[in-house]
């Protein structure tokens, strides 16, 4: 497994020798850059204390493989597809911890059945960038409300629901809201 610890340690201005004290219990530093270096097996009990001692999340210790990329073969435009003449590169977005995925089993709105919607998980701080976009909000009993965030209005959220002829929704103190950013569609 590929690791940030050592950027990690050196971003924060540390020596081995401080960090290796600053685990619980103490470590030695040539433990610690072999842990560092890949040469000792890292274990999660390990990421722990290591991650303690740098007051930092386990999670920010482990080097994920970037998202797969692929390179474009074609585009599509008003006069058609067309080969590409350059290198061009894409990948899926990298989502958060706090995203949220919802399928959609029956075609609502805009949306149709098998779509798959990624979901950025925002705090009520964030609210007001999610305006004019679909939002997933939490709601009593485990049920939540989805529709375009159309209003705020202090501490009550106004829902547009896809389907047409639906009633708005208002939802009062939501502790947080997912906003759409991605949307998958299977073809055929």
């Not at 995925?101 to 709105?109: A, L, T």
């Not at 305006?131 to 939540?144: A, K, T, Y």
């Amino acid at each position: 497994m590929k690791t940030r610890i050592r950027e990690t340690r050196l971003a924060k201005g540390l020596t081995l020798q401080e960090v290796a004290q600053r685990c619980s219990p103490p470590t030695t530093p040539q433990t610690l850059s072999r842990l560092e270096q890949g040469s000792r097996t890292l274990s999660t009990a390990w990421l722990g204390r290591i991650a303690s001692a740098l007051d930092v999340a386990v999670t920010d210790l482990i080097a994920l493989p970037p998202p797969p990329q692929r390179i474009v073969d074609a585009v599509l435009g008003m006069d058609g597809a067309v080969a590409m003449t350059g290198d061009e590169a894409v990948s899926m977005p990298a989502l958060p911890d706090q995203a949220l995925v919802m399928r959609v089993d029956h075609g609502i709105g805009e949306y149709r059945a098998g779509d798959i919607l990624w979901l950025e998980r925002i705090t009520a701080e964030g609210f007001s960038r999610a305006l004019n976009r679909d939002i997933l909000v939490p709601r009593p009993g485990g049920r939540f409300a989805f529709g375009r965030l159309t209003d705020r209005q202090g501490n009550r959220l106004h829902l547009v629901p896809p389907g047409q002829g639906q009633r708005q929704i208002v939802v009062a103190d939501a502790l947080w809201i997912a906003m759409a950013v991605q949307l998958l569609r299977p073809l055929g």
